[in-house]
Nanobody, 122 residues
């Protein structure tokens, strides 16, 4: 019903920057929260940043001041600008969204993108 597609990952040196994008498509009435998670090898999936429809962001402590999440409600997209990248930011980054798919009755679901690799290494 709803597809999320991430783009923008890759290899970057420590201290560098990357911008991830997430585009949602399909049967969308409204997207509520949009989130970025990451999962490093051998570690649990971690919520990195989230943003509500009102544009208010939240970040995990380890990325505060370095990452910025944003969204465009009209285009059903979200982005994660990552600056001052560190080796510990290396992970697969996944877009996640809380999506209303029916107006009446109210129906919503949670959807994941396929993930995109971010590698921070010299």
């Amino acid at each position: 019903q709803v597809q999320l597609v991430e783009s923008g990952g890759g290899l970057v040196q420590p201290g560098g920057s990357l911008r991830l994008s997430c585009a949602a498509s399909g049967k969308i009435v409204q997207i509520n929260a949009m989130n970025w998670y990451r999962q490093a090898p051998g570690k649990q999936r971690e919520l990195v940043a989230s943003i509500g429809r009102d544009g208010i962001p939240n970040y995990t402590d380890s990325v505060k001041g370095r990452f910025t999440i944003s969204r465009d409600n009209a285009k059903n997209t979200a982005a994660l600008q990552m600056n001052s990248l560190k080796s510990e930011d290396t992970a697969v980054y996944l877009c996640h969204a809380d999506v209303q798919t029916e107006r009446w009755p109210y129906v919503k679901g949670y959807y994941w993108g396929q993930g995109i690799q971010v590698t921070v290494s010299s």
